[in-house]
């Protein structure tokens, strides 16, 4: 009977143990997190946990009997500081070893901080974890003045529930645009103007400098920008948790490096979700993906791994976001260098897809036009020269491509 | 008391595209598959999103939001983000007319 360790218990973590149970009846699964929870899905922590229309036990996906009945053995608050895979243990923070057969490393990410002066405020924060959303939940009760840093999904998200819940919001991009790294500049510019309309105040191409703490508020200076504001979220991205295995002698490279089941250089150990780096065949090279889709389904490829069965994880790549009235759902590499074909139907919905060169969908975008995503899904997967004149048409089905 | 409520003609129905109806305050999902029409609740048990505006293939529906897929003839949840079927209604055709009880 082998014994699996999985550290983390995010989803990723959950996962690996779900995906494992299913395929070994048998095996010892030990889940081992930091976190003083059972395992919850991180989407709703931006949107309804911010809005106060917290959705509870779902939050948490499984029911409290779940890991019992499928003999995982969950310990929650229990910080792993260190692996020796000389002789297969990991060394938890009481101090306790835990032997294993087969690791797995689902650490995640944390929130970048800021390197700036006045970053270590306790009005500058992050949104990361459960208590990160509740504490920011909390606060945006006084409506306090909003400062969000970055303008990238997480921060656009916040700015969104903050300003749902009647709070004054700014928003700081460095970048020219918003989302810059998942969508193409038109939709950028849709998107500056959704949060524009609902009197968001948007700073683009606006770097921060330094954070000036007051008795009053903070004051942000961006240069040419001076602003003051109760309240600083921070949305600048993610860092992997690679302290644990690049400590063990693990190979990383912002990520733990794996192939495209998760095994990394050392033998029996592995990595699962955002974590890991891993040769995505869609790209054609190396990728760590922080998203949904990947937290849920790249573990089950691990897990054959670790049951001696090949099938690498080679999803269309797909990740949303939910901002006021918009619901974004981006397929693909829509890289700004492809053409864009834009597909627009009533209700201000719209398809987006992006060629290549050759006319063959690399990537779509679609705003409040989810119907198209399997549909959209299929094309990228199928790789075929497309039409790029009947594909502009929106009358002309997107089946009838396929 | 589950009533029979007249909601659509028969003709409205083309197969495999999902009408969104409202009897009161519930609202229905209605799709006609090769074996008959049925009829789901038409809100994903994930998060708020009419299951109607989704894409329907091979008897499932599914979620425009998350991608959750529903089974249309028992209701089931297929996929997540969806752990929570939906409810499923008792449709009757009579007179080109569509019912729903409810």
Request: include cysteine; charge should be negative.
């Amino acid at each position: 009977m082998r014994r699996v360790v999985i550290i983390g218990t995010g989803q990723a973590g959950r996962r690996t143990a779900e995906a494992l149970r299913e395929l070994d009846p048998a095996a010892e699964i030990l889940l081992l997190g930091a976190e003083p929870h059972p395992p919850y899905d991180r989407p709703p922590l931006s949107k309804a946990v911010l809005l106060g229309s917290n959705p509870g036990n779902a939050l948490f996906v499984r029911a409290p009997g779940f890991y019992a009945e499928k003999r995982i053995d969950l310990r929650t608050g229990t910080r792993v500081e260190a692996i020796d895979p000389a002789v297969r243990c990991v060394l938890t923070e009481a101090a306790e070893a835990i032997a294993y057969d087969s690791l797995v490393i689902a650490t995640g990410a944390q929130a970048r901080r800021l390197a700036l002066p006045g970053a270590e405020d306790p009005r500058v924060m992050t949104l990361r974890t459960l208590e990160d959303a509740e504490a920011l939940c909390a606060r945006l009760a006084d409506r306090p003045r909003i400062a969000v840093v970055g303008g990238g999904l997480i921060g656009l998200e916040v700015a969104a529930s903050a300003r749902q819940r009647g709070c004054p919001v700014t928003v700081l991009e460095a970048a020219d645009r918003l989302m810059a790294r998942c969508v193409p500049p038109v939709i950028s510019a849709m998107a500056a103007e959704l949060h524009r309309r609902h009197e968001v105040v948007l700073h683009l191409g606006c770097a921060l400098r330094s954070i000036l703490p007051r008795s009053f508020g903070l004051v942000l200076d961006a240069g040419a920008v001076q602003l003051e504001a109760d309240l600083v979220v921070v949305g600048i991205g993610g860092v992997p948790n690679i302290a644990l295995a690049e400590a063990a002698g693990i190979a990383v490279q912002d990520g733990i490096l794996t192939d495209g089941q998760g095994r990394t250089s050392h033998a029996d150990i592995y990595a699962a979700g955002e974590v890991a780096r891993f040769p995505h065949p869609f790209f054609g090279r190396r990728v760590r993906l922080e998203a949904w889709q990947v937290a849920q389904n790249q573990p089950a490829a691990v897990a054959r791994a670790i049951c001696g069965q090949a099938g690498d994880y080679d999803e269309i790549p797909w990740h949303w976001t939910d901002q006021f009235d918009w619901n974004l759902q981006v397929l693909g590499d829509p890289d700004p260098s492809f053409e864009l074909i834009q597909r627009p139907s009533e209700g201000a919905r719209l398809t987006a897809i992006a060629l290549d060169g050759e006319g063959r969908a690399r990537g779509a975008v679609l705003i409040n036009n989810g119907r198209d995503a399997t549909p959209c899904r299929r094309l990228l997967a199928g790789g075929k020269q497309l039409d790029a004149v009947l594909l502009r048409d929106p009358a002309v089905p997107l089946r009838q491509f396929l | 008391m589950a009533e029979w409520h007249r909601v659509a003609a028969e003709e409205e129905l083309k197969p495999e595209t999902p009408l969104g109806i409202r009897v009161g305050e519930v609202q229905i999902a209605l799709v006609r598959l090769e074996d008959g029409i049925f009829a789901v609740n038409d809100v994903c048990t994930h998060e708020y999103a009419l299951l109607s505006e989704g894409y329907c293939e091979d008897g499932k529906l599914e979620c425009p939001l998350h991608q959750a897929c529903f089974d249309i003839r028992t209701g089931k949840a297929l996929t997540e983000p969806a752990e929570v079927d939906v409810a499923t209604y008792p449709v009757k055709v009579e007179g080109g007319a569509v019912f729903v009880q409810v």
